[in-house]
C-alpha cells in the first residue's frame, strides 16, 4: 500500500518487545506457534532480509506442526502485513462508506482472503439495518477454479444487498 505511510515491518521485528511481537503474530497471523517465533526473532536480531525472517519461523516452529498447504512462515508475513498497511482499519472505514454509497437494492461484494477480513465484513453486515446478506454462507471458489488459481483457495466471497 502507501509505502511513505506507517511502520516498516523491519522496524516491527528488530524493535518490537516479545511480547508485543507475539501479540501481533497471534492476533494477524492467528498463529499457534506465535510466542515461540517472537522469541526466536528477537534472540536472532537484527534480521535484515526476510531470508532471516524465514530462518527464524522454521526454527521456532517444530518440523512436524508445519503447515501441510502454506509455508510455515506464511502467517508471520501475513500478520506484519496486516499492521504494515493497516488493513483491518482501512476495511473497518471502507465499510461504512461503501454501504452509504448503495442505491435501495445495490449490493455491496466484498472478497476475504482470511478471517479476520471476512469476521469484519460479517459484523458489519449484521449490525447494518439497511442490509441483508444475498447468501446465508460466503460463497468460495471450486476445486477447479482453485486448482486454476491456487490464491483462489482461501478466497471467500460476502454479498449484502441494501434494503
Known sequence: MDAASGRPAADLVNRLPVRDLASLIREYGEERWAQRIAEFVVARRPLRTTGDLVA????A??????????????RTFQALRIEVNDELGSLERALPQAAALLKPRGRLAVICFHSLEDRIVKRFVRADPALRPVNKTPLTPSAAESGRNPRARSARLRVAEKL
Open 56 to 59: 527464524a519461523v522454521e526454527a
Open 61 to 74: 516452529v517444530p518440523r512436524g506442526a508445519w503447515p501441510r498447504k502454506i509455508h510455515p512462515a506464511t
